[in-house]
């Protein structure tokens, strides 16, 4: 089974310009969240999304939305980017129900963004 | 807002000896812990969890969980210098949020031969 698949690895834009990435989650797992980590620190919560509704959004400007589609799949975007978004993008899926406890996650390649 | 903070690394240790890695949480509500493992340029992935009190071993890696004094960690016997990596623990969000994980900043382990 594949795992959760990210698009694309890694891509360089520049200040001002805009980006989407897209995750594709494990096969039956209906939960999508996001995550930025910066060098050096841990994963930062951005969103997260079940049945293609927003469950959960973490402390990140309105640059940031996502959308999460009928095949569960989902994208990122980031508009007017910033130095400061440079980062690795990492896509998180799980099989848990909405309400069903703690909750185990299965993490993407990610998608290495740098913005210069 | 939960907070988790680790033991500050970088940790070096030799092969085959203990690796003790630490965590503090903030929110004496939190019921379940997580440690995943990220080695250099990839992903993290999940190497236990935890939700009681006291010891869960899985192989090499052990898991401490002590509710009162708000500490997790994670002991990793006859390291190998495969196990050089960061670490990092994470607790669930939890209500609607149950799919956000909140990390610390990790603990860099180098074992070497």
């Known amino acids: 089974d594949a795992g959760v698949t990210q698009s694309p690895t890694h891509l360089i834009k520049t200040r001002g310009q805009h980006v989407t990435l897209r995750c594709s989650p494990i096969?039956?797992?209906?939960?999508v969240s996001w995550y930025q980590q910066v060098l050096g620190q841990g994963p930062q919560f951005i969103f997260q999304?079940?049945?293609?509704?927003?469950?959960g959004r973490g402390n990140f400007p309105d640059r940031f939305s996502a959308r999460q589609f009928p095949n569960y799949s989902s994208e990122l975007n980031v508009n007017a980017l910033l130095l400061g978004d440079s980062a690795l993008y990492l896509c998180?899926?799980?099989?848990?129900?909405f309400g069903s406890g703690a909750n185990v996650l299965t993490f993407g390649a990610g998608s290495r963004l740098t913005v210069l | 807002q939960k907070e988790v903070e680790q033991n500050s690394g970088p940790l070096s240790v030799p092969e085959g000896a203990i690796a003790s890695l630490n965590c503090t949480y903030s929110?004496?509500?939190?019921?379940?812990f997580f440690w995943y493992r990220q080695y250099s340029g990839k992903s993290p992935e999940l190497i236990m969890f935890?939700?009681?009190?006291g010891d869960k071993e899985d192989g090499r890696f052990t898991a401490q969980l002590n509710k009162a004094s708000q500490y997790v960690s994670l002991l990793i016997r006859d390291s190998q210098p495969s196990d050089s990596a960061t670490y990092l623990c994470a607790l669930p969000g939890g209500g609607t949020s149950y799919g956000k994980l909140t990390f610390g900043q990790g603990t860099i382990l180098t074992v070497h031969p």
């Open positions: 999304y079940y049945e293609k509704e927003e469950r």
């Open positions: 929110d004496r509500g939190s019921q379940s």
């Open positions: 096969s039956g797992h209906k939960s």
């Open positions: 998180a899926s799980s099989s848990r129900t």
């Open positions: 935890i939700y009681s009190n």
